[in-house]
């Protein structure tokens, strides 16, 4: 075994939920201030979801008072906490880079439904 493939492995975390673009997600990353370390969360729609392994990462998207401000997340990083996936949407590409151009109610995108088993 590689000792690159050991590391690999040892970073890798395993209970991430399953998300592809077009999901609302909410990211919760460690952010360092002077001496002090919080929990910081950033919550928008996956536009990007690219690469394998270690080095896969997340470009979310959100409109903060009119402007868009997209941010690139490395999934198994120590400083991301957790991910929690909100609304899951139906989109029909894996990048929607054409969200940056729609601006309001035109930037929207579809829920998808999910089905729910009957209660008896």
Known sequence: ????DILNREQRKEQLPGFRSGDTVKVYSKIVEGGKERVQMFEGVVTVHKGGGTSESITVRR??????????????????????????????????????????????????????????
């Open 63 to 120: 409109v903060a008072h009119g402007v868009g401000v997209e941010k690139t997340f490395l999934v198994h990083s120590p400083r991301v906490e957790k991910i929690d996936v909100g609304k899951r949407g139906r989109v029909r590409r894996s990048r929607l880079y054409y969200l940056s151009d729609r601006i309001g109610k035109a930037a929207r995108i579809k829920e998808k439904k999910t089905v729910r088993p009957t209660e008896r």
């Open 1 to 4: 075994m590689n000792v690159i």
